[in-house]
C-alpha cells in the first residue's frame, strides 16, 4: 500500500512518472475514469474486458462507459461520482430547481449573515471542470457535439 498525494493533479503526475519508469512500485492504482483513455493508449493498464464483461450488468451504464476506450474495458469501477446540491434548510425551504432560483437563494442567505451564499470547486484544478460540466449539461448545452465539433460557445452552455 502506497500514500497517495492529496490532490488529483500530484497523484495523476506521480502515476504517470511510475508507469513510464516501469516502476514495480505498485501492482493496482485507483485511477480517476478520466485517466482511462491515456492510460490504455499508453499500455499502462491491462484489458479486462474478458473479466468484466460478465459482469457488466451489475454496473450502473455511465461508470462501465467511462473504464472503457476503444470498445474495451480496462479498469473495474468501485464508486461513482454524482454532483449533488446539499442546502440549508434553515435558511431555504426547499432546494432550488433553477440556476435563477440558486442565486436568489444564495443573495437570501448572505443577507441573513451567512458569509458564502454558495460554495463551490473554483480552483483550477480537475473539480472545476467537473463542476463546470454539470453546470453547462444541466442548462441544456455541451462541450462538444456527437461529431466532436466544438459547440461549448453556443448559447446553452454560455
Not at 36 to 59: C, H, I, N, Q, R
Not at 76 to 105: F, Q
Request: glycine share 8%; aromatic share 12%; with cysteine.
Amino acid at each position: 500500500m502506497q500514500q497517495a498525494p492529496p490532490s488529483t493533479d500530484d497523484y495523476h503526475s506521480m502515476a504517470v512518472r511510475q508507469l513510464q519508469a516501469k516502476s514495480p512500485e505498485v501492482d493496482v492504482y485507483a485511477i480517476d475514469v478520466i485517466w482511462v483513455p491515456e492510460f490504455a493508449a499508453a499500455g499502462w493498464v491491462k484489458d479486462l474486458t474478458d473479466k468484466l464483461s460478465p459482469m457488466k450488468g451489475d454496473y450502473l451504464e455511465g461508470p462501465m462507459n467511462a473504464v472503457t476506450y476503444q470498445g474495451k474495458m480496462y479498469a473495474a469501477p468501485y464508486r461513482t461520482d454524482t454532483g449533488v446540491l446539499y442546502y440549508r434548510s434553515d435558511l431555504v425551504s426547499a432546494p432550488p430547481k433553477t440556476w435563477t432560483d440558486l442565486e436568489n437563494d444564495a443573495k437570501a442567505g448572505m443577507a441573513k449573515g451567512v458569509a458564502n451564499g454558495f460554495v463551490w470547486q473554483g480552483k483550477q484544478y480537475k473539480g472545476l471542470i467537473c463542476d463546470f460540466l454539470e453546470f453547462v449539461w444541466s442548462n441544456g448545452g455541451d462541450v462538444l457535439d456527437a461529431d466532436g465539433k466544438v459547440v461549448v460557445n453556443q448559447p446553452q452552455a454560455v
